[in-house]
């Protein structure tokens, strides 16, 4: 599917939705894709980008960058705590924000940097053992905190279970983000986003419906 399809669908879920298309941010999901793949969605005017791995965006963004303006790039996959630095120095905005040790680390290099990325808190909508995120149940109180440590939150993201209809999930991230004030909503990727967008997503995050499946021996 073209990137220019994408596009199409995005607006037209946006405006079944009663919303302005413009207030829906494509994240075009470029993590282990080959460089040629990616410039052929920057030729195309996409300029918001997803990566899952700082090391891999630390490495082939510097070039894909030159002599082009307003790329933004997101992090989007875990975050371990020794790559933090590198991650406020890298990315415009960090979707992973997951537990309170990696608030108080980032509140610490926020500081000490100048430099804060947009953050959104991951949450574990379906409780799922195996996954990351703060449990539902948890979300105000840790918001809180982060807050207390002036860290910059721009609002909530979730990947919700496989199995199961992702609208509950949406619904359930847009009212801990509105009870909060948080304005922005990170969910929806290639199979669900235009439910996500029918319920409020500000950001989607979409990747194989874009470049296409992954080459063989490469894995995330």
Partial sequence: MSLGEIRQRIA????????????VTLVAVSKLQPDDRVRTALDAGQRVF???????????????????????LHLIGPLQSNKARAAVETFDAIHSLDRPSLARRLGRIVQELGRAPRLFVQVNTGDEPQKAGIPPAEADTFIAMCRGLDLPLAGCMCIPPDEEDPAPHFRLLRDIAGRNGLSDLSMGMSGDFETAIAEGATHVRIGSAIFGARPAGTDG
């Fill in 12 to 23: 037209a879920a946006a405006a079944e939705a009663g919303r302005d298309p413009a207030g």
């Fill in 50 to 72: 997803g990566e899952n791995y700082v090391q891999e965006a630390q490495r082939k963004w510097p070039a894909l960058r030159e002599g082009r303006q307003g790329i933004e």
